[in-house]
């Protein structure tokens, strides 16, 4: 299974992306889909997340209300749809996939897709 990450850029404050997780090789059944980010000499941190099989919805505090994950099941997708972009969303976003949300293990990684808000 190969997880493909995209969607980041260069984007102004209070502007929106849209990240893109794809899966090929199998689907997301059975899966909790995690967005995680991570700036250069700081843990990776939890951003979002949500089951395959249900609508159910996890974030972190700080982009409750600016960001949506969400799924597409015909294209074996998951989106972060984010919002009102602050400078500190700037990082490298990464998608997984495993059997927890927030969980410290992962079967599946996506590589990374910088986002970067400047000023």
């Known amino acids: 299974v190969q997880l493909q990450a995209s969607g980041g850029g260069l984007v102004q404050a209070g502007g929106s992306l849209r990240l893109s997780c794809a899966a090929s090789?199998?689907?997301?059944?059975?899966?909790?889909v995690n967005w995680f980010r991570q700036v250069p000499g700081k843990e990776r941190e939890f951003v979002a997340a949500?089951?395959?099989?249900?609508?159910?919805?996890y974030y972190i505090d700080s982009v409750k209300g600016r960001f949506t994950i969400s799924r597409d099941i015909a294209k074996n997708t998951v989106y972060l749809q984010m919002n009102s972009l602050k400078p500190e969303d700037t990082a490298v976003y990464y998608c997984?996939?495993?059997?927890?949300?927030?969980?410290?293990?992962?079967?599946?990684w996506g590589r990374g897709t910088q986002v970067t808000v400047s000023s």
């Open positions: 997984a996939a495993g059997r927890a949300i927030d969980g410290t293990s992962f079967d599946y």
């Open positions: 090789g199998r689907t997301f059944s059975g899966y909790a």
């Open positions: 949500m089951w395959w099989s249900s609508t159910l919805t």
